[in-house]
């Protein structure tokens, strides 16, 4: 497994904690590099790289998620820019704002 897909899940994890507000399920599809799972309806969260249906799925280059994660590229601007792509409830994009 590539190792910037293994420090991103673990950001991630750290970053949502135990309990935050997402309340939905995520997923980070980066393509071939593989994907980051968010289950943040279970109390405490899973996040691994588990390939699962979710409420959300933001598809992006790794190299976006690590920009997303270090606060380089914010969700909106990435939206926008085509760079990040959203399927499903859109809802759950807006709230992960208060996340990354």
Do not use: W, Y
């Not at 969260?45 to 380089?72: F, K, Y």
């Amino acid at each position: 497994m590539n190792s910037q897909l293994v420090e991103c899940t673990n950001r991630i994890r750290e970053k949502l904690g135990q309990n935050s507000s997402l309340h939905a399920t995520l997923k980070f599809d980066c393509g071939v590099e593989g994907v980051v799972f968010v289950d943040a309806l279970q109390n405490p969260h899973i996040v691994d790289n588990q390939s699962r249906e979710a409420i959300c799925t933001v598809t992006l280059s790794l190299l976006d998620l690590v920009a997303l994660l270090d606060g380089e590229l914010k969700p909106v601007q990435g939206f926008m820019s085509g760079r990040l792509k959203l399927a499903g409830d859109m809802s759950v994009a807006m709230r992960l704002q208060k996340v990354v």
